[in-house]
Nanobody, 122 residues
Framework: QVQLVESGGGLVQAGGSLRLSCAASGRPFSYYAMGWFRQAPGKERDFVASISPSSGTTYYADSVKGRFTISRDNAMNRVYLQMNSLKPEDTAVYYC???????????????WGQGTQVTVSS
């Protein structure tokens, strides 16, 4: 198993930026594809971005493409989500997840962090 802990959430004005970080422990980090999902109040948990174990493949939700960037540092056992040009619609709890391959699907990820709140004010 792998334990995931997100950090970096907070309150930011529309148009601002945040960088989320997810620290992994318990298993070799480089084995896992990593993903970011988000869930707003009253909404389903939605895919945001994913990255393959060696960073060769990335996927993004259309709603964040061009604004968010997923990256990973396997030596540091971390995955990041750089979020630029934030909109109020980006407000949600953001979760990182680990799975066997990069995917847009919730079910592809076996391990999840506790989430970190991102609030974008208008």
């Amino acid at each position: 198993q792998v334990q995931l802990v997100e950090s970096g959430g907070g309150l930011v004005q529309a148009g601002g930026s945040l960088r989320l970080s997810c620290a992994a422990s318990g298993r070799p980090f480089s084995y896992y594809a990593m993903g970011w999902f988000r869930q707003a109040p009253g909404k389903e948990r939605d895919f945001v971005a994913s990255i393959s174990p060696s960073s060769g493949t990335t996927y993004y939700a259309d709603s964040v493409k061009g604004r968010f960037t997923i990256s990973r540092d396997n030596a540091m056992n971390r995955v990041y989500l750089q979020m630029n040009s934030l909109k109020p619609e980006d407000t949600a709890v953001y979760y990182c997840a680990a799975g066997s391959l990069a995917s847009r699907q919730f079910g592809a990820y076996a391990y999840w962090g506790q989430g970190t709140q991102v609030t974008v004010s208008s």
